[in-house]
């Protein structure tokens, strides 16, 4: 198995453009969850999803900040326009229910410039 | 809501020597807890976990932890500790049925030769 899929690994961007990052769940695993971790607030959980729905969007910080999961393979986290306080590594997880082991991905390191 | 708390930010031990990461949780319901690892530059990863059943749960590496509800508490073990453990460790909570985790703020665990 190939785990958790995230890219870009790393993405540099400067502030106000768009930023989109991706993930690949495990196959067969049905929730997927998006993370944040910084020095400063730790890691958050920003949303997840259950069966491709969002079940949980209360860790979305603002409007900025949009994900989607048009199929069970896949899940992107948006963020439009982007800002310097983004800057973080965002991880994807993804779990089968009753086992209550989550997954993560390798991270996508983010900066904004 | 539930809380998690791991009283040590950073923990030095030496090699072979026995090591204890504390982690105290707040919850009004009954919880799941958990145990991941995060080696540098790497996501997540699951030591162990207690659903029910044995309050000793052993998990990979050589870890385990006790679950202790009267004190509310989730402390991870290790007998003898190798320059290999050197990783920060996050004690999650969820609650029982939910798959939505809360992480603690991290244990940075440094192994001295």
């Known amino acids: 198995d190939a785990g958790v899929i995230q890219s870009p690994r790393h993405e540099v961007t400067e502030m106000g453009q768009e930023v989109t990052l991706r993930c690949k769940p495990i196959?067969?695993?049905?929730?997927l969850f998006w993370y944040r971790q910084t020095m400063m607030r730790g890691l958050e959980l920003l949303i997840y999803?259950?069966?491709?729905?969002?079940?949980?969007d209360s860790g979305m910080p603002e409007d900025r900040f949009s994900a989607k999961m048009p199929n069970a393979s896949f899940s992107t986290l948006k963020i439009q326009p982007s800002e310097p306080r983004d800057s973080a590594v965002y991880f994807c997880?993804?779990?089968?229910?009753?086992?209550?082991?989550?997954?993560f991905g390798p991270g996508t390191r983010l900066t904004v410039t | 809501a539930q809380s998690v708390t791991q009283l040590d930010s950073q923990v030095p031990v030496f090699e072979e020597a026995p090591v204890e990461l504390r982690c105290n949780y707040s919850?009004?319901?009954?919880?799941?807890l958990f145990w991941y690892v995060q080696y540098p530059n790497q996501g997540l990863q699951l030591l162990l976990k207690?659903?029910?059943?044995?309050?000793l749960v052993k998990g990979i590496n050589g870890f385990e932890a006790e679950f202790n509800k009267s004190q509310t508490s989730f402390h991870l073990r290790k007998p003898s500790v190798h320059i290999s453990d050197t990783a920060e460790y996050f004690c999650?909570?969820?609650?029982?049925?939910?798959?939505?985790?809360?992480f603690g703020t991290g244990t940075r665990l440094t192994i001295i030769p």
């Open positions: 207690y659903l029910s059943g044995s309050t």
């Open positions: 196959s067969g695993h049905d929730y």
């Open positions: 919850s009004s319901v009954s919880v799941y």
């Open positions: 999650a909570v969820s609650e029982l049925g939910n798959e939505k985790l809360t």
């Open positions: 999803f259950n069966n491709n729905v969002p079940i949980d």
């Open positions: 997880a993804s779990s089968s229910p009753i086992r209550y082991e989550q997954y």
